[in-house]
């Protein structure tokens, strides 16, 4: 799982800001999902891709938004919409859905 | 919707006694049950996992039991180390959209304190 990675590690928002998160992955995977984590809530689904140029939403998906123009490449933006975004945030990617997911290192998004 | 329980969320165990975490799901059409660790601070990784045409599979000290039926299926830890301390977290497949999309449906983890 080191070829998929994420950055920032540690991201900090003012209130009202748009941010973007990044994950790249060089596995050649056609699946790649987004998963928020707060404490004892488990891994919640935000968006998920199958394929290039498509993506659908998953479970919380209210107040974020991402983009898959790239086979390598899936950014989820938390918008001034998403009223609690402080969290965790999960990258994931598999050969197809359904498959083993590999994760990367995850991003601490903190809202001050 | 279509969910996954897990029990307990907490356990605690003496190093060298086993350890038991339980999942139940729903979706019937479940085909893929991963069972993953996520040590404090970092990424989840795959430990064991398990596919609906097997009813148990085995990798050194962890073994997981999977029972179609009840639609329950179960992780193993035996011989615990301190270093198995850590969130585990189960999941299953559940299809969408018609069958088009087959995403996983993770519990809400286990924590698993193994003391020295």
């Known amino acids: 799982d080191g070829g998929i990675t994420q950055s920032p590690k540690y991201l900090f928002r003012k209130e009202g800001q748009n941010v973007t998160l990044s994950c790249e992955q060089n596995?050649?995977?056609?699946?790649m999902y987004w998963y928020r984590q707060d404490p004892g809530q488990g891994l919640r689904l935000i968006y998920y891709?199958?394929?290039?140029?498509?993506?659908q939403k998953g479970d919380i998906a209210e107040g974020y938004s991402v983009s898959r123009e790239k086979k390598e490449s899936f950014p989820l933006t938390v918008t001034s919409a998403q009223k609690n975004p402080t969290a965790f945030y999960l990258c994931a990617s598999s050969i197809a859905d359904g498959d083993e997911q590999f994760f990367g290192p995850g991003t601490r998004l903190t809202v001050l | 919707g279509e969910n996954v329980e897990q029990h307990p969320s907490t356990l605690s165990v003496q190093e060298g006694d086993s350890a038991v975490i339980k999942c139940t799901y729903s979706d019937s059409a479940s085909n893929y049950f991963p069972w993953y660790k996520q040590e404090l601070g970092k990424r989840p990784q795959l430990i064991i996992d398990?596919?609906?045409?097997?009813g148990e599979k085995k990798d050194q000290r962890i073994a997981v039991t999977l029972n179609k039926t009840a639609k329950h299926f179960s992780l193993h830890i035996t011989e615990t180390q301190p270093e198995d301390s850590a969130v585990y977290f189960c999941a299953a497949t559940h299809s969408d959209y018609g069958g088009a999309t087959n995403k996983l449906i993770f519990g809400t983890g286990t924590l698993l304190a193994v003391q020295p």
């Open positions: 596995l050649n995977h056609d699946a």
């Open positions: 398990i596919r609906s045409n097997v």
């Open positions: 891709s199958q394929i290039v140029n498509d993506f």
